[in-house]
C-alpha cells in the first residue's frame, strides 16, 4: 500500500483547509454528520501545517534542575480546555522532531465545511481527536473521506503498531447519525481523560516532558462539583471568546485601550470592582466553581454571568499575556503581531480596571445642564482615585506582588473616558477663574458612589492623598498564597467588607487640621477689605516717555518690605533703579530673573521664615505692576515687549529652578507666578488699537450704550433704570453667594430695609459710572485739539474708570464695609452685562462700526477684571504683613 502524501504542496494544503473545494466522497454519511454538528461548536484548527517559529513557543525558565514553563502573570485555569500541555494545540510546534498534526475543523456553516480533515500522524496532541477524525483515502489523499464522530465513552482506543504513518481509527458509522454529534464535554480536558489510548501515551513519552500548567483549583479538588453546569459555561466561553478572536488579532499598541472598552463594555457588566481586581492581580483566590459561587441571595441567572465573565476576561487576559494561549486560533501571522508588538503588558490590567470604574461609577442620563447631571472633570477622576485607594486596602496582601501601583495618572484616565464615552459632552462651568470643566449628561451611579465617597469630593487631590496615608492599615488574615488555596469570599459575601472612608464632615480624622479646609490659590479671604486711602497703585497724570510713578501708598509699602528684606542682605536698590528707569533686559542678563533667583537662595540658605518671602513678591508685584498697567505714550511699544519677555523668563525660572529649594512654600509661589502672568496679560492688552477712523465714532458709542442703560426703565418699576437693575442684581447675588447680612446700622431689620441698603449700595456704584460717562465724552474735545482721539481708546476708558474706582467708589462707607471679594465680583458681573447688551445691539449700527465698539467693550472689560484681580491680591497681601 502507497504511502499517503504526508507533506502536499502549498497549492496542495490551501485546497485541503479551503472548504470551497472540499467535496465528500461517495457512500459517506457526511450530510447526516454536517446535519447534527451543532453549529455553535467551536473549530478545532490545523495550526501545526505551517513552518512555526520562535517567538511563538512558550518560554522555559530554569528551576530545580528541570525546564518549566513561564506562565507569566495570568494562570490558565483548570476549567481550560488548554490547562494541560498534553491537551495544549502547539505542542507539536513545541517538539524537537516536527510533527505533521492534522485536526477536524469543525464551525458554524459558511465558516468550514464539516466533512473537512487533514490525515492524522503520530502526535501528543491527537488524542482526542483520533476518536472522531475521518479515514484519508490512500490512493488520493487530496480527496478526503466524510469524519465520523463518536460518543465519548471510557473504551480506550488503540493504534496499530504496523502503521507508523497513519492512525488507525474505530470505525463507529454503524452507530447512526444519533452518534455524529460532537458532544459538548469533548471540548473540556480533564486530567483523567478516559479517551486517552496507551499507545498514544507511549508515543508522548518520547517527547520532550513539559511540565503541567498550574491550574486554579477550587477547595483542592480535582473536579468540579457540576461538571454538566461547568461544561455548559465553559461552552458559552469558548463560544464567546471566539466571536473575540478578530479584535484580538488585530491588536496593536495603538488601539489595545480601544480593545479594552469594547471587552469591558460587552463582558464586564456583571462582575464587581473586587472580581476585576483579584481577576488581575490574583486570580489564584477567585473560585471558577459554579456550584460554590452562587449564593442564596443572588439569582442564577446573574450568578452564572457573572462566572461566565470571569472566565471570559481571565481568558483574554491570558491571551495578552501569552498569545498562544488563544489555543490556536490566532493565525501565525497573528501571533508573531502580538508576539513582538510594543503592548505594555503591565499596563493593561491598570487600563482595564480603570475602565471598570468609568463604567460602573456613573450613568448617562438625556443631555441637560441641570447640576444634578454635571459632574466635575476632577471629581470624576477623585471617585476613581478614592475607589482604587479602597481596593488596595481591601486588598492589602496583594499591593506587595503586583509592584506597581494600579492607579493611572489623570491624562491617561481622561482618555480612557472619553474611549468609555465617546460622545460625551464637556463644558466648562463656573464663575470667571473658577471656573471647571464638566462632563455633561453624567450621574453618579450611588449604588458603586456612596455618601463617605461623596464626602472626600470638595478636598484637593493632595489631601486626599494625605487622608488615605494617615488612615489606619486593615488587617487581612484570610489571604494565603499556599498550593492549597482556600475558597475566596464571593462577590456578596459580608465576612470581609471593603472598609467605610468617613465622611468630612460625619467623623474625627487622623489629622483634622491639615485637611479641614480646602487650600485657596489665593491671598484674599473674605475678611479682607479696601482700606479706607487711596490703594491705587500709580499715579494717573500722564508724563510722556517716563514709567508711571508710584502712588504713596504703593511708594511707602515698598519701601517698608525693602528695609525688611535688608535684614537678610538682600540688595534690591540696582533692580528697583532699572525697572523705574524703564530698562528691562531678559536672557541670561535679565536683572529681573537673576535678582530674584539669588534673593530666594538667599532666603533659603538663611532658613528665613514664609514672611520674609511674601515681603519680596510684595516688593516685585508693586515694582512693576505701574508699568504693566502703563499706556504706550507712557512706555513704548517696543519697551512693553521687552518687559513681557523679561517678565515670561523670571516665571519660567522660577517654576523650574526655585520651586525645588528648600523652605520654599509652594502655595504662595503659585500665587505670585499667576498674578505676574495676569500683569503680562494686562500690559499686552494695554497696547489695544481700534481703528484710526473709528475712533471717535467708538468713543461716542460707548457713552451712548451708557446712556441708554441709565434711561431706560426696568420692567414694573418706574424708578429704576436697566443699569440699577444691573447692580442690584449683582449686589444681592454675591451677599447671597457669600451668606452675607446687609451692614445698614441707620435702618431698622427687615425685609425693606435690605432692599433699600441694595439700592443705596447700586445708586453708589452707579455715581462712579456717570463720572467716568462724563469724562469719556470729553476725550474727543481734548485730543489733539478736537482732531483725532487716541487709537488706544479702550486703555484711555479704562483709565478713566479706575481713576474713578480709587478716588470716589473706594471713599464711600458703604463700598468699605464690603469684602473685596463681593467688590469685584460686582465689578465683573456688569462688565460682563454691558458687552451682551452691546452685542444684542450689533445689527443696529454699521457693521464695521459695532465690530470695533464691541471690540472696544470687550478689551476695556476683560483689563478692569484683571486689575481688580490683581489689586485685591496685592492689597490683602500687604495687609497681611502690616
Known amino acids: 500500500m502507497d504511502t499517503p502524501n504526508l507533506h502536499p504542496s502549498k497549492r496542495q494544503r490551501r485546497t485541503v483547509l479551503d472548504s470551497s473545494n472540499i467535496h465528500p466522497t461517495s457512500g459517506s454519511t457526511s450530510a447526516d454528520a454536517r446535519e447534527n454538528v451543532s453549529s455553535e461548536t467551536p473549530p478545532r484548527i490545523n495550526i501545526n501545517g505551517s513552518t512555526q517559529y520562535a517567538s511563538q513557543y512558550p518560554q522555559y525558565v530554569q528551576k530545580n534542575g528541570y525546564h518549566q514553563m513561564n506562565q507569566g502573570r495570568f494562570i490558565l485555569p483548570s476549567f481550560s480546555p488548554y490547562g494541560n500541555p498534553q491537551s495544549f494545540p502547539y505542542q507539536g510546534a513545541v517538539s524537537q522532531a516536527p510533527q505533521e498534526i492534522s485536526r477536524t475543523i469543525v464551525s458554524s456553516p459558511g465558516a468550514y465545511d464539516t466533512s473537512s480533515h487533514v490525515q492524522v500522524k503520530n502526535s501528543r496532541t491527537s488524542h482526542h481527536m483520533e476518536k472522531f477524525s475521518g479515514l484519508q483515502s490512500q490512493n488520493n489523499p487530496r480527496s478526503p473521506s466524510t469524519p465520523i464522530f463518536s460518543e465519548f465513552s471510557s473504551e480506550k482506543s488503540s493504534h496499530s503498531s504496523n502503521a507508523p504513518n497513519s492512525t488507525k481509527i474505530t470505525d463507529n458509522s454503524s452507530r447512526g447519525p444519533s452518534f455524529t454529534r460532537l458532544p459538548v464535554h469533548l471540548l473540556v480536558h480533564e486530567s483523567n481523560d478516559p479517551g486517552t489510548s496507551e499507545s498514544h501515551t507511549e508515543a508522548c513519552e518520547s517527547y520532550p516532558k513539559i511540565p503541567e500548567v498550574s491550574a486554579i483549583k477550587s477547595s483542592g479538588a480535582a473536579h468540579f462539583a457540576d461538571p454538566l453546569k ?176 494600579p492607579i493611572l495618572g489623570q491624562s491617561q484616565f481622561g482618555k480612557l473616558t472619553k474611549l468609555a464615552f465617546p460622545d460625551l459632552a464637556s463644558k466648562r462651568l463656573g464663575r470667571r477663574g473658577h471656573s471647571k470643566f464638566h462632563y455633561i449628561g453624567l450621574t453618579w451611579n450611588t449604588s458603586v458612589v456612596g455618601e463617605d465617597i461623596v464626602g472626600l469630593l470638595d478636598l484637593e487631590m493632595v489631601q486626599i492623598e494625605e487622608y488615605f496615608k494617615n488612615l489606619p492599615k486593615q488587617k487581612h488574615p484570610n489571604v494565603h498564597y499556599s498550593n492549597n488555596v482556600p475558597r475566596a469570599p464571593t462577590v456578596h459575601a459580608t465576612q470581609n467588607p471593603a472598609p467605610e472612608l468617613t465622611p468630612i464632615s460625619k467623623g474625627p480624622l487622623t489629622n483634622p487640621s491639615s485637611i479641614s479646609k480646602p487650600k485657596v490659590r489665593s491671598f484674599v479671604r473674605l475678611s479682607n477689605k479696601y482700606p479706607n486711602f487711596n490703594c491705587s497703585p500709580r499715579l494717573w497724570n500722564t508724563t510722556p516717555n517716563e514709567v508711571p510713578r508710584q502712588s504713596p501708598w504703593a511708594a511707602n509699602t515698598m519701601e517698608k518690605s525693602v528695609e525688611i528684606l535688608q535684614h537678610y542682605n538682600l540688595e534690591l536698590l540696582p533692580l528697583i533703579s532699572n525697572v523705574k528707569a524703564g530698562k528691562f533686559p531678559f536672557g541670561n542678563n535679565s536683572s529681573l530673573s537673576s535678582t530674584l533667583v539669588n534673593a530666594m537662595t538667599l532666603l533659603s540658605r538663611a532658613s528665613a521664615p514664609k514672611e520674609a518671602y511674601l515681603h519680596l513678591y510684595l516688593v516685585i508685584l508693586l515694582l512693576v505692576f505701574p508699568v504693566a498697567i502703563a499706556s504706550d505714550e507712557e512706555v513704548a511699544d517696543a519697551t512693553k515687549i521687552e518687559f513681557r519677555k523679561s517678565m515670561n523668563d523670571c516665571i519660567a525660572t522660577l517654576e523650574s529652578e526655585v520651586s525645588n529649594l528648600p523652605f520654599i512654600d509652594q502655595l504662595s509661589l503659585s500665587i505670585f507666578t499667576r498674578l505676574l502672568r495676569k500683569m503680562v496679560d494686562l500690559n499686552e492688552m494695554t497696547s489695544g488699537k481700534t481703528k484710526f477712523s473709528y475712533t471717535g465714532s467708538v468713543v461716542s458709542e460707548m457713552v451712548h450704550d451708557l446712556d441708554s442703560a441709565i434711561d431706560y426703565k426696568a420692567d414694573g418699576y418706574s424708578d429704576i433704570s436697566l443699569l440699577d437693575e444691573t447692580y442690584i442684581e449683582s449686589i444681592s447675588m454675591s451677599l447671597n453667594a457669600y451668606n452675607l447680612q446687609p451692614v445698614d446700622e441707620s435702618a431698622s431689620k427687615g425685609e425693606t430695609s435690605h432692599f433699600s441698603y441694595v439700592c443705596t449700595l447700586a445708586k453708589t456704584f452707579i455715581k462712579a459710572i456717570m463720572m467716568t460717562k462724563e469724562s469719556m465724552a470729553k476725550i474727543p474735545l481734548h485730543a489733539n485739539g478736537s482732531q483725532s482721539v487716541p487709537r488706544d481708546a479702550a486703555y484711555q476708558v479704562l483709565k478713566l474708570a479706575l481713576k474713578n474706582f480709587h478716588e470716589s467708589t473706594l471713599t464711600e462707607p458703604m463700598v468699605l464695609n464690603l469684602p473685596m471679594l463681593v467688590v469685584t465680583f460686582v465689578l465683573v458681573h456688569n462688565t460682563s452685562s454691558m458687552q451682551y447688551a452691546n452685542f444684542h445691539d450689533f445689527e443696529k449700527r454699521d457693521p464695521e462700526l459695532s465690530k470695533q465698539t464691541f471690540k472696544c467693550w470687550w478689551m476695556f472689560s476683560t483689563m478692569l477684571q484683571e486689575y481688580v484681580s490683581i489689586i485685591q491680591e496685592v492689597v490683602a497681601l500687604s495687609a497681611s504683613l502690616s
Request: net charge positive; proline share 4%; charged share 20%.
Open 230 to 405: 461547568n461544561n455548559t459555561l465553559q461552552h458559552d466561553v469558548e463560544v464567546a471568546f471566539r466571536k473575540l478572536v478578530p479584535l484580538l488579532a488585530n491588536v496593536t499598541a495603538q488601539n489595545v485601550c480601544g480593545v479594552l472598552t469594547d471587552i469591558v463594555k460587552q463582558h464586564g457588566n456583571s462582575m464587581t470592582l473586587d472580581d476585576v481586581y483579584q481577576l488581575l492581580y490574583n486570580p489564584q483566590v477567585l473560585d471558577f466553581d459554579p456550584a460554590s459561587t452562587s449564593t442564596q441571595n443572588e439569582p442564577k441567572s446573574s450568578s452564572d454571568n457573572r462566572l461566565k465573565e470571569l472566565r471570559l476576561c481571565h481568558r483574554i487576559l491570558t491571551t495578552f499575556e501569552n498569545p498562544l494561549n488563544a489555543g490556536g486560533l490566532l493565525g501565525r501571522v497573528d501571533l508573531e503581531r502580538l508576539s513582538s508588538s510594543y503592548i505594555s503588558h503591565s499596563e493593561i490590567p491598570r487600563e482595564f480596571l480603570a475602565l471598570k470604574i468609568i463604567l460602573s461609577s456613573v450613568q448617562k442620563v438625556e443631555y441637560s445642564f441641570n447640576s444634578q447631571f454635571c459632574i466635575p472633570r476632577i471629581s470624576f477622576y477623585k471617585v476613581y482615585y478614592i475607589l482604587c485607594q479602597k481596593l488596595i486596602r481591601k486588598h492589602a496582601a496583594l499591593l506587595s506582588t503586583t509592584g506597581k501601583s
